[in-house]
């Protein structure tokens, strides 16, 4: 069972509070400043003796009741687009995990994991992402196409997997 503590609540609220003192502005959009805040959050909770850990989920969870997350706004993009892109060679990397997979970590940090401890929900590593696109375009019958790495693509996908301009 999880229970709130005032005492867990009141070192957050210090903690995001210090988090502002660090450096922001245009140079940070797209960092993983906001993650890197949170788990220095999570962790400093531990130190104060409440028991947490942090889980890290791969960049696609999937199941086959998917109705949303980033695999599901590559199909619809797809659907919509008539074409299932990707980027340049589409040698880029991704990680992928099974939604039951990613709860069994879950489970496992909650039941086992120490104080502080960090946990890696990653089942599928190293994608190619044109792979991704393959599987997408055979699924849906779309042809699969190279997008140039460096055009810019404003819309598709806020930036994900495509540069933003």
């Known amino acids: 069972m999880i229970r709130w503590s005032p ?37 400093g909770l531990a130190e104060r003796g409440v028991r947490s850990s942090i889980v890290r989920i791969a960049d696609i969870a999937h199941s086959t009741t998917d109705q949303a997350g980033f695999l599901q706004r590559l199909i619809a993009l797809a659907k919509e687009k008539g074409v299932v892109g990707y980027p340049g060679d589409g040698a880029n990397r991704w990680n992928a995990v099974h939604a039951r997979d990613a709860a069994a970590v879950f489970r496992l940090a909650w039941e086992k994991g120490p104080a502080g401890s960090y946990w890696h929900a990653v089942a599928d590593g190293a994608i190619p992402f044109r792979d991704i696109a393959e599987a997408i375009g055979s699924r849906l019958g779309l042809p699969v196409v190279s997008i140039p790495a460096d055009a810019a693509q404003p819309g598709l996908l806020d930036g994900h997997y495509f540069p933003a301009g």
């Open 7 to 43: 005492r867990a609540a009141a070192v957050t609220r210090r903690r995001v509070a210090s988090a502002e003192a660090l450096p922001g502005g245009e140079e940070h959009t797209g960092t993983l400043r906001a993650r890197n805040i949170v788990e220095t959050t999570v962790v």
